[in-house]
């Protein structure tokens, strides 16, 4: 395979490049890529906004992870933050800082990625930036999508007596992580070994090609079960339930039984000698959605598939607890990868 | 003044911290910092999306930058763009990655810029990321805004024998820069000198803290007249007139002489041993309006205040040229400041 320098085409000719096939999807883009902004029509509906920065060395590591994936993965979790509050994500702008290392292919490779992401969840790429950097790679991506008013679900809504609820199921991106982050310092110490990744898949596909829940808004729909409250696990499930919480005014009880985890997580975990069930609460990139829903939804929720109803809320002066295995309670604590900690904190080895 | 470091706060933290004193400015601004995606309401009229991304070391430096003066022109920059649609600038996300060597008294000083910007131009901050970075600040911002249907100004409709007309004047961001990147050498080569900036405060100004036209957005719109295709200037008049030319299929003539240009320009040019007018068509950042108009609006625009016409369109086969003050025509060519040219092209010394 060859390598073409991105100066061979310079920034409109590699923007050119790399947008020329665009076919609009959604009625409401009325413009897309290639005046000075996209024009869009929301024809009154509510329009939602988010956006998240990717920055390599930080978010991800070019050693083990494919462009494709990379660009797949930016444009899920932006996905995933409309899905968050139950609306249906449109377009998104992307803008890309490229080291000198980059390649027109490497670049048709992340490109080929985002636009099968928008293809999976019905987005338009209708606006960027590229532009050079002097180091890493940097990727921010903005999501735009709709909602009906009424259908909108925040974050500050739920109350006390109410299920909580998750998708799907938790700390497998974090444990797939840890794989890679393994078999690339086997690798570098021996470049003769391959990366034995066997029986490993579902964990390494977690961590390398997220995706976002539409499925699971839907269903919610089409069963007549509007979330109380609503957010994506980014930073992992005791953050996030924390975010509710507090935005909301109401505690929390989690009974760790519960907490749906996968075999291959408790696998990898048990050999990295950690907590599955920390992992789950701290380790991060689930993109899970995490809801609260009426108690009499119980029976409906607990029989559909990829929902588990894992606690429920209470009055906020009871704190936001855990019950675990055994029986014991302990308080909920937010560790959940922040950027900022001046150790990098994964979950700790309990 | 005390510096402490970002790790004090946390990503939430910080978050926090910065976006705590917000409100909201726009009806539109249903909801805003705080859930997984802001809300917004455009009741029926065009939504208009655009977005960019700043990378130190490759559009700024920090070392003759305010922080202050950055987040003004992050926020200007992008509302420039809205401006450009002949649309009102109405909500920002904002995503920062941040070195170790920030601070949080840094980041209030950053914040503080893009609060006076958006106060300036009727923004609200309704979204964003923070993370860190290995290397150095990245940011990116989106912004949105509106127009009635019928307002959108595109660059692809321009006609043959139209006028061509441009706002305040140009190249003077360039030697701006020019004048800075001199002094920060001298300064490294004997640390007792102090910069010599007086006589050149325009030209300063114009390279840090730019504004966006809205003031020429709002007086086309007084005095009844819609330009016929729009486009801000942000690489340089040659690249943009041939982006509206290209994208009309038209060709045009600029007069050389018609060219508006700052007497500090001149001066720096000058000095430099520069050519103003070079320094004009490829100098970029000026962010100012190019637009076409009927050729009946001649006598209305020559006589309005901070607008010059330097041209007409032609047909396409005309080419694009310049009609030099000697009265020699020659070829536009854009130069403009493509990030992935193998060395960094400025304008070339004529």
């Known amino acids: 395979m060859s390598y073409t320098e991105l100066s061979a085409l310079g920034e409109f000719g590699l923007i050119d490049h790399l947008t020329r096939d665009i076919r609009l999807k959604n009625a409401s ?20 906004v988010s956006t998240d920065m990717l920055i390599e060395g930080v978010h991800f590591d070019l050693a083990y992870t494919p462009l494709k994936h990379l660009g797949y993965k930016a444009v899920a979790v932006n996905a995933s933050d409309i899905y968050a509050m139950n609306g249906t994500p449109r377009q998104i702008t992307l803008s890309l800082a490229l080291s000198n290392h980059a390649s027109i292919e490497g670049m048709e490779e992340f490109y080929a990625g985002v636009y099968l992401a928008c293809e999976r969840y019905g987005i338009d790429l209708v606006g960027g930036d590229t532009t050079s950097s002097r180091t890493g790679m940097c990727i921010s991506v903005t999501v735009l999508g709709e909602a009906e008013e009424e259908e909108v679900v925040y974050r500050n809504t739920a109350a006390p007596n109410q299920l909580i609820c998750v998708s799907g199921d938790l700390g ?35 961590q390398l090609k997220p995706e976002a829940r539409r499925d699971i808004v839907e269903l919610l729909r089409e069963k007549g079960v509007r979330p109380t409250a609503m957010i994506d696990i980014s930073d992992g499930l005791a953050s996030e339930v924390m975010h509710i919480c507090k935005d909301s005014k109401v505690g929390c009880n989690l009974y760790e039984e519960r907490i749906p985890i996968d075999y291959q997580t408790f696998k990898m975990a048990e050999e990295l ?15 899970e959605l995490l809801f609260t829903a009426p108690l009499d939804r119980h029976d409906l929720l607990s029989a559909l598939p990829g929902i588990s109803v894992i606690g429920h809320t209470c009055r906020e002066e009871e704190g936001c607890r855990m019950t675990t295995r055994d029986g014991n309670t302990f308080e909920l ?18």
Chains 1, 2 share one sequence.
């Open 29 to 48: 883009t009325r413009k897309g890529v290639g005046d000075d902004a996209a024009v869009l029509d929301y024809e009154g509906k509510r329009v939602l």
């Open 172 to 206: 497998a991106a974090y444990m797939g992580l840890q794989l890679l982050e393994r078999e690339k310092v086997v690798f570098q110490g021996n470049d003769r070994t391959q990366p034995d990744f066997a029986g490993y898949e579902y964990i390494l596909e977690r």
């Open 273 to 287: 000698n950690m907590n599955a069930t920390v992992c789950a609460l701290s380790g991060g990139e689930d993109y």
């Open 333 to 350: 604590k937010a560790q959940g990868w922040t950027n900022f900690t001046k150790k990098e904190e994964g979950p700790s080895h309990e």
